[in-house]
């Protein structure tokens, strides 16, 4: 199993550019995850899906989209790039919820200048 | 609004000894607790966890209390090694749905 897997693993974009995350696992979890780490700060959850073709807003969702259309995919989509998205971006997945530990992807460091 | 606190940015260890880390929150609806563990340039690990409804566990070399009354929540690491040496963050979650809230993490530096 390669786990959770996002690409890519770094990017530069200019203000105002678009760009998609791409985050996959193999696990068939049901659940799953996107969250910033700020330098200094812990981690802090934009968007969840608790399944295909369902998705909810995290903390801090402003400026992002996501689509779940399979169970191992859910991109995080970037429009009109700032740069208070400068971050680094990790996705997570987990088998359900509850008492339940998510499984991290190595993170994709995103600087918007 | 940081519901979940680690005071400590950094603490340093010599090997062999133990590595206390500490974990405040402030939501009494947190009902499950976990450490991740992280290197530089990875994702957070799972390291372990405890429901609200211990006050204790243990997995090897890595133990966690609960404190509820307190809301507060501790890592022990015995013996430290050098491959501990990581950032450690401690996460929270209320009413099974699974969404966590991270503290800010503490830089564990074991010594030789």
């Known amino acids: 199993n390669a786990g959770v897997t996002q690409t890519p693993k770094f990017r530069i974009l200019k203000i105002g550019q678009s760009m998609t995350l791409q985050c996959t696992q193999d696990?068939?979890?049901?659940?799953m995850y996107w969250y910033r780490q700020d330098p200094g700060m812990g981690l802090k959850l934009i968007y969840y899906?608790?399944?295909?073709?369902?998705?909810d807003k995290g903390e801090v969702p402003n400026g992002y989209n996501v689509s779940r259309s399979t169970t191992e995919d859910f991109p995080l989509r970037l429009e009109l790039a700032a740069p208070s998205q400068t971050s680094v971006y990790f996705c997570?997945?987990?088998?359900?919820?509850?008492?339940?530990?998510?499984?991290f992807g190595p993170g994709t460091r995103l600087t918007v200048l | 609004d940081q519901q979940v606190k680690q005071n400590s940015p950094s603490l340093s260890v010599q090997e062999g000894r133990i590595s206390i880390l500490n974990c405040d929150y402030t939501?009494?609806?947190?009902?499950?607790f976990l450490w991740y563990k992280k290197y530089p340039a990875e994702g957070p690990t799972f390291l372990i966890s405890?429901?609200?409804?211990?006050d204790k566990n243990e997995d090897g070399r890595f133990t966690v209390f609960l404190n509820k009354s307190a809301k507060h929540l501790s890592l022990h690491i015995v013996p430290s090694q050098p491959g501990d040496s990581a950032v450690y963050f401690c996460?929270?979650?209320?009413?099974?749905?699974?969404?966590?809230?991270f503290g800010a993490g503490t830089q564990v530096v074991v010594t030789p």
């Open positions: 997570a997945s987990s088998f359900w919820t509850g008492e339940n530990e998510q499984f």
């Open positions: 696990m068939n979890h049901n659940y």
């Open positions: 899906s608790v399944g295909a073709g369902i998705t």
């Open positions: 939501n009494s609806m947190f009902d499950y």
């Open positions: 405890i429901s609200s409804i211990k």
């Open positions: 996460a929270a979650s209320d009413a099974g749905w699974g969404k966590l809230q």
